[in-house]
């Protein structure tokens, strides 16, 4: 698989505008995304705000937009997207680890999310239809490293979650695409989750990953090597 160096990387991205949507694991997609673009070990402050980034010496635009549930504020910004004059080229965007925690890995829980997942749909199909957009297919925890009021997020959960987005997103059928290379990376560097829940550094390289699956931006054939 071809990889990225930065100025490459800023020119398959010239003109396009990029979002990151969701919680803290879709965070740190977002700042290997901007490290590639920018050989530099960019780190913002916080990681729980928006973020507008211009790639300097690029007319790049990437945005990480800070949304941990599927909820009134992830609904209303899917439809400012929708209404923009301009849309992003692409987006990728997930979540379902604060969900999983804040309903104790409940019944009820995964019922709502797999529910309102279902109503944004639509909105990211009409989104789909000026870029591309990805649903991000969580990678596994490695529950042993975890917080005590981590607990509740299980690979067990993980695993419904994802299916539940499958099926709300309809997936396969729609324009919707799932990006899977995070969870292929997690399954294959378990032991280098530290905190238990975001990938090593090493692991958040696969950026160069997401520059190949953004294929409007970059056409570049993803390949199922291992990351090793």
């Known amino acids: 698989m071809h990889s990225y160096s930065s100025t ?13 949507i969701g919680d803290s694991r879709i965070w740190h997609l977002f700042i290997s995304f901007i490290r590639i673009l920018t050989a530099t070990n960019y780190t913002p402050a916080w990681r729980h705000v928006d973020i507008n980034y211009k790639i300097s010496d690029s007319t790049a635009q990437v945005n990480f937009l800070w949304n941990p549930k599927p909820n009134a504020d992830m609904t209303k910004r899917l439809a400012s997207l929708t209404q923009a004059p301009v849309k992003p080229d692409a987006i990728i965007i997930g979540v379902a680890a604060w969900v999983i925690e804040g309903t ?8 709502q999310y797999k529910d309102k997942l279902t109503s944004m749909a639509g909105a990211l199909e009409r989104l789909a239809q000026d870029g591309d957009v990805y ?3 969580q990678e ?36 919707i695409k799932a990006f899977e290379v995070s969870r292929r990376a997690g399954l294959e560097s378990m032991a280098e989750i530290a905190d238990g829940l975001h990938m090593a550094p090493r692991v958040r390289d696969l950026v160069s ?12 054939c993803v390949s199922h090597e291992k990351l090793n």
Not at 8 to 20: H, I, N, P, S
Request: aromatic share 6%; net charge positive.
């Open 140 to 175: 596994p925890v490695r529950w042993s490293a975890l917080k005590p009021f981590q607990k509740n997020i299980t690979n067990k959960q993980i695993d419904l979650y994802n299916e539940a987005a499958t099926g709300a997103l309809n997936i396969g059928s729609s324009r």
């Open 8 to 20: 490459e990387a800023k020119a398959c991205l010239a003109g396009k505008q990029v979002a990151f």
């Open 104 to 111: 104790k890995g409940s019944a009820e829980g995964l019922r």
């Open 209 to 220: 990953k997401i520059l190949s699956l953004t294929t409007s931006l970059c056409r570049v």
């Open 135 to 137: 649903w991000h297919i």
